[in-house]
């Protein structure tokens, strides 16, 4: 008879490459898994930005043109107010094409 066939439980430990073998594809498996968790997690870091800069933008725009109707106020106020006129000629502040 076979060796193998008489001791059921020397299969495994007879073949000298199989805990080797084992234990090399467990952590190649460990590892691929790791980096879908860190994917996973970057993925939903990007989108949580994406969503940040959306919101941070349209804030931005808001800004601009609460600023740009400030200045054109002052603009305006310019024509008959000395202290108006004063601060648009330090500054230089000019009125341009709207640029919408």
Known sequence: ?????????????SNPNFWPYTLLAVSFIIIMLWQIVLAVNAHSMIQ???????????????????????VVDLLELSKSDSDA????????????????
């Open 85 to 100: 006129k004063a601060i648009v000629d330090k500054y230089q502040i000019r009125q341009t094409a709207p640029t919408k």
């Open 48 to 70: 949580a930005q994406a969503s940040n800069l959306n919101r941070v933008s349209s804030v931005a725009q808001q800004t601009k043109d609460s600023l740009e109707k400030i």
């Open 1 to 13: 008879m076979n060796e193998y066939q008489e001791n059921p439980e020397a299969s495994s430990s």
